[in-house]
């Protein structure tokens, strides 16, 4: 059964840093391409960044640009999310999906076939 799992949220002040990590189970990272999204309270859901299979080549969006960093560890099967510099409008439900492509990876979540349940990221002071 193909399986993805967030982990590494929780409450951080403006200012600093969280590492998301989304593992797989059930496949293997290496073939599909993986996106990150969040969704904020009463927002509908939005594309965060996005890396393509293997290469690793990557998309984000400009709100996070030069703050969000995404990673992959073939060895682990698993892709992170390192976020830094966070701001209040970073809060909300971060979620991962994956889709087997050759193509390259987008923001846009109607591409993507696995999801994660979600990692709840707060930032406050």
């Known amino acids: 059964q193909l399986q993805l799992v967030e982990s590494g949220g929780g409450l951080v002040q403006p200012g600093g840093s969280l590492r998301l990590a989304c593992t797989a189970s059930g496949f293997t990272l290496d073939y599909y391409a993986i996106g990150w999204f969040r969704q904020a309270p009463g927002k509908e859901r939005e594309g965060v960044s996005c890396s393509k299979r293997r290469d690793g080549s990557r998309w984000y969006a400009d709100s996070v640009k030069g703050r969000f960093t995404i990673s992959r560890d073939n060895a682990k099967n698993t892709v992170y999310l390192q976020m830094n510099s966070l701001k209040a409008e970073d809060t909300g439900v971060y979620y991962c999906?994956?889709?087997?492509?050759?193509?390259?990876?987008?923001?846009?979540?109607?591409?993507?076939?696995?999801w994660g349940q979600g990692t709840q990221v707060t930032v406050s002071s």
């Open positions: 999906a994956a889709v087997r492509t050759v193509a390259g990876c987008s923001g846009r979540e109607r591409e993507y076939d696995y």
